[in-house]
């Protein structure tokens, strides 16, 4: 019931700047967790950034703490991430995932999420 999809993705040069946009529909909760995750070629799936609803108490992963931003626009259903100064490592596929409903507890971040996005790709180059 809860559909996730992407956009924002693209090709940009090291040092540049990405807006992913993740738009949200069908929750029945007014507690979620939404996350953003990515997978680089030859790599495993790893978890960039994540959100709690409520109150926008957010976690980042320590590669992108600094430059990456996730905010989320309540009248849009919408979640972002705002990414700066980036880097040819963080070329990946970026996933927008969901979990709801979502409690607010020690390490809510880090739970299995159960509704996920399409992906947008994201090149960055040297």
């Known amino acids: 019931q809860v559909q996730l999809v992407e956009s924002g993705g693209g090709s940009v040069q090291a040092g540049g700047s990405l807006r992913l946009s993740c738009a949200a529909s069908?929750?029945?909760?007014?507690?979620?967790?939404l996350a953003w995750f990515r997978q680089g070629p030859g790599k495993e799936r790893e978890m960039v950034a994540a959100i709690y609803t409520p109150s926008s108490n957010s976690y980042y992963a320590d590669s992108v703490k600094g430059r990456f931003t996730v905010s989320t626009d309540i009248t849009k259903n919408t979640v972002y991430l705002q990414m700066n100064s980036l880097k040819p490592e963080d070329t990946a596929t970026y996933y927008c995932?969901?979990?709801?409903?979502?409690?607010?507890?020690?390490?809510?971040?880090?739970?299995?999420?159960?509704?996920w996005g399409q992906g947008t790709q994201v090149t960055v180059s040297s």
């Open positions: 995932a969901a979990r709801s409903p979502c409690a607010y507890n020690s390490n809510w971040y880090g739970r299995a999420y159960d509704y």
């Open positions: 069908g929750y029945t909760y007014r507690s979620n967790c």
